[in-house]
């Protein structure tokens, strides 16, 4: 299913869902941050998704990461509550979804980086290496709020 992200951008079609969604942001010792490159947009983002019935948003955000990257991690912190409503994002199945996602800091306990159907990259990013990447500006805010200790972060 593609996708097309608008970011405060005018000509956004309206949201008709909003759907719970958790993010995991995994450090490891060397203090780099885990990325995945989504196969439906080319760009880097930190591993997460919708939320499970059944399941906590934390377990969503812990589930979501060994997913789509093969690392397999435990929650340390959370990092806040994003939910933009300048923030949408088409499914060519119709569905126009606004941004929510509970985002939690985590580090690695096990796995190996694995590509897979959602991610055609997985990769360790130092905080200096970030600005070369291509990374949507909703993960670059969540990422710099980790990394300016500006967190919890609820908005």
């Given amino acids: 299913m593609g996708r097309t992200e608008y970011y405060h951008d005018p000509s956004a079609p309206k949201a008709n869902t909003l759907i719970p969604a958790s993010n995991l942001l995994v450090v490891d010792e060397n203090g780099a941050i885990l990325l995945q490159r989504r196969r439906d947009t080319g760009q880097w983002a930190l ?12 377990q969503c955000a812990v589930r979501e990461c060994e997913e789509e990257t093969g690392i397999i991690a435990e929650i340390t912190g959370f990092l ?24 939690y800091i985590g580090r690695p306990v096990g796995g190996a980086p694995t590509v897979n159907d959602e991610a055609d990259g997985v990769r360790w990013a130092l ?29």
């Fill in 80 to 103: 806040g509550v994003y939910s933009n409503p300048a923030h949408i994002v088409e499914y060519t199945d119709g569905e126009i979804r606004q941004q929510y996602e509970a985002v």
């Fill in 47 to 58: 591993p997460g998704g919708a939320q499970d019935i059944g399941e906590s948003a934390a």
């Fill in 127 to 155: 905080p200096d290496d970030l600005a070369a990447l291509d990374i949507h500006p909703s993960m670059h805010e969540q990422i710099g709020h980790y990394l300016s200790g500006a967190y919890p972060y609820v908005g």
